[in-house]
């Protein structure tokens, strides 16, 4: 194929999307993903099958490595359907890794200084409400910046990503860190009424449950109320939406509440349930993840539950190849970037069919007088 064949081809939208195609491309997407990674495998040394297998039997190969699989996932699908309904209106939050420290810096606060002098009974309540109210209240900035002044998005919710990870560390390394800890970065252990209860005897924690509730809700919102049809209008055709006398400005700033306050339920959950004190591993990239579990997910809230669990078997997984096949963790990451490339890439044939455009005639030959020869 030569450079001219190239700049022949064109995308050209199909008026039907193919129920066969819509099923047979991703699968053959992650066919080639399990390829391409594969080969990586290969050059790092190592049997593809054998990890592959090693990676299976870690993530999902007993009760425990399934309660670890979903202790991974619960910030993925908080922090998916959060990003989520912010695509769904083409608002481009990219930060949820900011909104979930700061969930994460408001219920260890409320835990640690609030919680011990009142009732046990909304120990509990509270700490979960003041992870969401935080991550809302920290996401609301660049919502009003948008709604007001135009202010791109992207740049805000990215930059204030920063801004809340540094403050929680100046936290945890610094005002409040526990004096007994032996001089590692954290906070005191949190009264006992302001954890998160456990399920089943396992790590996995109420959070669970939370995310389902949470993807009930935003499936009942998109499908059957009126703000749920503004949201996907806005979404399909911002300029119909303006109109028909939907105000973005006001959809922004609704729809970023959310989803900014769900991305802080992630933060609440990871102190309150899991390391019950706030510590430096909190932000460990959950926020970026979100990005791609929405986008695999292809913006459907449930979807988003199943692809959360599945890109958590693939980190716990990867743990599992660093530890038994002396291979590095972030291979599950790089398998994991081959996974978003192919299979988004493999969206587009979905919606789009390739074309090769038929070269322009050459002109036919003139005399002198103008007339064809």
Same mark, same amino acid.
């Given at each position: *194929?030569?450079?001219?064949?190239?700049?022949?081809?064109?995308? %050209?939208?199909?008026?039907?999307?193919?129920?066969?195609?819509?099923?047979? /491309?991703?699968?053959?997407?992650?066919?080639?993903?399990?390829?391409?990674?594969?080969?990586?495998?290969?050059?790092?040394? #190592?049997?593809?099958?054998?990890?592959?297998?090693?990676?299976?039997?870690?993530?999902?190969?007993?009760?425990?490595?399934?309660?670890?699989?979903?202790?991974?996932?619960? $910030?993925? *699908?908080?922090?998916?359907?959060?990003?989520?309904?912010?695509?769904? *209106?083409?608002?481009?939050?990219?930060?949820?890794?900011? =909104?979930?420290?700061?969930?994460?810096?408001?219920?260890?606060?409320?835990?640690?200084?609030?919680?011990?002098?009142?009732?046990?009974?909304?120990?509990?309540?509270?700490?979960?409400?003041?992870?969401?109210? !935080?991550?809302?209240?920290?996401?609301?900035? $660049?919502?009003?910046?948008?709604?007001?002044?135009?202010?791109?998005?992207? /740049?805000?919710?990215?930059?204030?990503?920063?801004?809340?990870?540094?403050?929680?560390?100046?936290?945890?390394?610094?005002?409040?860190?526990?004096?007994?800890?032996?001089?590692?970065?954290?906070?005191?252990?949190?009264?006992?009424?302001?954890?998160? $209860?456990?399920?089943?005897?396992?790590?996995?924690?109420?959070?669970?449950?939370?995310?389902?509730?949470?993807?009930?809700?935003?499936?009942?919102?998109?499908?059957?109320?009126? @703000?749920?049809?503004?949201?996907?209008?806005?979404? %399909?055709?911002?300029?119909?939406?303006?109109?028909?006398?939907?105000?973005?400005?006001?959809?922004?700033?609704?729809?970023?509440?959310?989803?900014?306050?769900?991305?802080?339920?992630?933060?609440? #959950?990871?102190?309150?349930?899991?390391?019950?004190?706030? &510590?430096?591993?909190?932000?460990?990239?959950?926020?970026?993840?979100?990005?791609?579990?929405?986008?695999?997910?292809?913006?459907?809230? @449930?979807?988003?539950?199943?692809?959360?669990?599945?890109?958590?078997?693939?980190?716990?997984?990867?743990? =599992? /190849? &660093?530890?038994? *096949?002396?291979?590095?963790?972030?291979?599950?990451?790089?398998?994991?970037?081959?996974?978003?490339?192919?299979?988004?890439?493999? %969206?587009?044939?979905? &919606?789009?069919?390739?074309?090769?455009?038929?070269? #322009?005639? !050459?002109?036919?030959?003139?005399? !002198?007088?103008?007339?064809?020869?």
């Amino acid at each position: *194929m030569t450079l001219r064949d190239v700049s022949r081809i064109r995308l %050209e939208r199909r008026l039907e999307r193919s129920r066969a195609a819509a099923f047979a /491309i991703p699968l053959l997407s992650l066919i080639l993903a399990s390829v391409f990674g594969g080969i990586l495998l290969t050059l790092a040394g #190592a049997n593809p099958f054998e990890t592959y297998r090693a990676m299976l039997v870690g993530a999902f190969g007993s009760r425990y490595a399934i309660s670890e699989t979903f202790v991974k996932a619960i $910030p993925l *699908m908080l922090a998916g359907l959060g990003v989520s309904i912010a695509f769904r *209106m083409l608002f481009w939050n990219i930060g949820a890794e900011g =909104q979930l420290a700061m969930g994460a810096f408001a219920a260890a606060g409320t835990a640690l200084f609030i919680v011990p002098h009142i009732p046990p009974g909304l120990a509990l309540p509270l700490v979960i409400v003041a992870g969401f109210v !935080a991550g809302a209240a920290w996401g609301i900035i $660049p919502a009003l910046l948008k709604a007001w002044v135009g202010v791109n998005e992207i /740049i805000t919710t990215l930059m204030m990503n920063y801004i809340a990870i540094l403050w929680i560390e100046y936290l945890f390394y610094g005002p409040w860190k526990d004096p007994q800890g032996y001089g590692f970065p954290g906070t005191a252990e949190f009264p006992a009424v302001a954890w998160l $209860p456990r399920l089943a005897n396992t790590r996995v924690h109420l959070g669970l449950l939370i995310a389902i509730v949470a993807a009930a809700f935003i499936w009942l919102v998109l499908s059957r109320t009126k @703000w749920g049809y503004e949201i996907r209008v806005i979404g %399909e055709n911002p300029v119909a939406a303006r109109y028909a006398g939907i105000s973005t400005a006001r959809n922004i700033i609704l729809v970023m509440l959310l989803s900014a306050g769900l991305a802080g339920l992630v933060g609440m #959950a990871e102190v309150a349930g899991v390391s019950h004190r706030l &510590q430096k591993g909190v932000t460990v990239g959950y926020g970026y993840t979100a990005i791609i579990v929405a986008w695999l997910a292809k913006l459907n809230p @449930w979807a988003v539950l199943v692809v959360a669990f599945l890109l958590a078997g693939l980190l716990v997984g990867g743990d =599992q /190849i &660093q530890i038994t *096949m002396g291979l590095p963790a972030s291979m599950a990451l790089v398998l994991q970037g081959i996974i978003l490339f192919l299979v988004l890439g493999g %969206e587009i044939l979905t &919606q789009y069919r390739i074309r090769l455009a038929r070269p #322009a005639p !050459a002109p036919r030959p003139t005399d !002198a007088e103008g007339a064809p020869s």
